[in-house]
């Protein structure tokens, strides 16, 4: 039977995260994190969204590097959302999908319907 070599998601090498006024929020933090299902817990305050912010590659670490195994997708906190929030609402498209699907419908190409 072959044996699947398990390469990590992200590596985190002595990373630390720092506040705009120099205070440390985290770190020095090495860690290797494998594809899978977790969770992230702790009080506010201590770095939870800062972390992701890390992994996903939107903030750089005060010190230390993070290796990323693939490319990563980040949907960003929406304290706002509502029932009424599309999807394409929350990645952006609102404003350019009924331009698109009007310019399809006017070329007489198939077009999907949207709730």
Not at 1 to 17: G, K, N, R, S, Y
Not at 53 to 81: C, F, K, M, N
């Amino acid at each position: 039977m072959a044996h699947c070599a398990h390469i990590p998601a992200f590596v985190l090498h002595q990373v630390t995260c720092q506040f705009a006024t120099g205070q440390t929020l985290f770190g020095p933090l090495s860690v290797s994190l494998e594809p899978s299902l977790c969770g992230l817990v702790g009080r506010n305050g201590v770095g939870k969204t800062r972390l992701l912010r890390l992994l996903a590659g939107l903030d750089s670490p005060a010190g230390g590097h993070i290796e990323r195994a693939a490319a990563v997708a980040w949907v960003a906190q929406q304290p706002t959302l509502t029932p009424e929030t599309t999807l394409a609402t929350l990645l952006g498209y609102a404003s350019v999908l009924p331009p698109c699907l009007a310019l399809n419908r006017a070329k007489g190409w198939p077009t999907i319907s949207i709730c």
